[in-house]
């Protein structure tokens, strides 16, 4: 199984996580892209030229990264990260779509910063940033109701807080969110998440 993908990415590491915590180990083959200079293959597996992608062994592509990590769960053994039915399967996956949600802001905030000044779009910012704000109020009140075992929900969200870490430290998405700051204190140590931290 090779797997596309920017050390970066907060998509891309929810999907090495996942793979980590299904124990494929050796058999995701990492290659890093270019995304300025995406390669054949590359943008022959996925059009949208996004990572993270993938691609089985039979030759098949797989994206985007909910697509992937249901895959993965579904076709490797190891621990079940989405449950199957029930009031806990739909748990998981609003909070897998809350987690991505910060994600989708959080990289269209940065990008907006990157512009120079002058073609900034301050009332995008200001949008993106609260609702980013709203989705961390969301994690803090619900990360204790979801299944207390760890699932995609859990996954996505610690990807998605280390994210805010390393590109928007100012945000200082811990302040009054005590016990969200807890549990990621908590979940970053996972190996899972230690091995995949962005560079
Ligand atoms: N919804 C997608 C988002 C993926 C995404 O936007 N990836 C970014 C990197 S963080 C990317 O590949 N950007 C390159 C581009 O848009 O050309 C997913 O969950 O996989």
Redesign the pocket.
Known sequence: VKLFY?PT???ARKVRVVAAEKGLGDRLELVACD?QAPDEEFLAANPA????TLLGDAGQAI????VICEWLDSVIGGPQLIPESGPDRWAVRRGEALA?AIMDDA?TLMLERRRPEGQRNNALEQARTAAIGRCLDALEREIPAWPQLTTLAHIGAGCALGYLDLRLPDLDWRAGRLRLSEWFGDFSGRPSMRATEPS
């Not at 030229?49 to 993270?52: E, L, Q």
């Not at 994206?63 to 909910?66: A, G, H, I, L, N």
């Open positions: 920017t990415s907060p998509y995304l030229g996004k990572v993270p994206y985007d990264s909910p991505d990289v």
